[in-house]
């Protein structure tokens, strides 16, 4: 059975940083592309970055370029995501979300039950 | 990148036919046929219903069906039922090898 499940989240002001974990089990994590997908409360879902199985190719949202790095070890079976000048319209649920794909984005087969980052003072 | 447009509501009565539009451009769903539908529930993760634009996961009931023309995908939920009720999400992979996801829907049984 296919699980992600995400760790990291909490309250954290603004301007300070936080990292987010996702870990995978269930598949061949090295095997496939990952993103991470964000809900601001009572909206959308909003894509934030994704990144291919080997990491040779990374994308983000232009709102979180420069200040959110994904990354991923395929040893550990995890996905990260460091969040750098944390803003109050940051705060959301963050999802980690498995692509189908591997060395291209296609569609998101399963996600996790996401971790809730609030900034605020 | 611009969210792709999705109606903010659409209704109906158990027993009929909805369908939810999403609109995007030549640069998203008009280039590719990796557009994808996801279902949610309050509370809960999202769920595939739909990929490459037409394709039904094994599991995903074949009431829900898609198709796409030009910038404009679709989703289209026949014999709906009370469990229908959920948010309704598309997304599309865009020429700058990036997702975008749609406005979201969110569809009520009457």
């Known amino acids: 059975e296919v699980q992600l499940v995400e760790s990291g989240g909490g309250l954290v002001q603004p301007g300070r940083s936080l990292r987010l974990s996702c870990a995978a089990s269930?598949?061949?994590?090295?095997?496939?592309?990952m993103h991470w997908v964000r809900q601001a409360p009572g909206k959308g879902l909003e894509w934030v970055s994704g990144?291919?199985?080997?990491?040779?190719?990374?994308a983000y949202a232009d709102s979180m370029k420069g200040r959110f790095t994904i990354s991923r070890d395929n040893a550990k079976n995890s996905l990260y995501l460091q969040m750098n000048s944390l803003r109050d319209e940051d705060t959301a649920l963050y999802y980690c979300?498995?692509?189908?794909?591997?060395?291209?984005?296609?569609?998101?087969?399963?996600w996790g039950q996401g971790t809730l980052v609030t900034v605020s003072s | 990148q611009s969210a792709l447009t999705q109606p903010a509501s659409v209704s109906g009565s158990p027993g009929q036919s909805i369908t939810i539009s999403c609109s995007g451009t030549?640069?998203?769903?008009?280039?590719?046929?990796?557009v994808s539908w996801y279902q949610q529930h309050p509370g809960k993760a999202p769920k595939l219903m739909i990929h490459?634009?037409?394709n039904r996961p094994s599991g995903v009931s074949n009431r829900f069906s898609g198709s796409k023309s030009g910038n404009t995908a679709s989703l289209t939920i026949s014999g709906l039922q009370a469990e229908d009720e959920a948010d309704y999400y598309c997304?599309?992979?865009?020429?700058?090898?990036?997702?975008?996801f749609g406005t979201g829907t969110k569809v009520t049984v009457l």
């Open positions: 979300a498995k692509d189908i794909g591997l060395a291209e984005f296609r569609y998101l087969d399963y």
């Open positions: 269930g598949f061949t994590f090295g095997d496939y592309a």
């Open positions: 990144i291919t199985w080997n990491s040779g190719s990374i």
């Open positions: 030549s640069s998203d769903v008009g280039a590719y046929n990796y």
């Open positions: 490459d634009a037409s």
């Open positions: 997304n599309s992979y865009t020429s700058s090898s990036t997702y975008v």
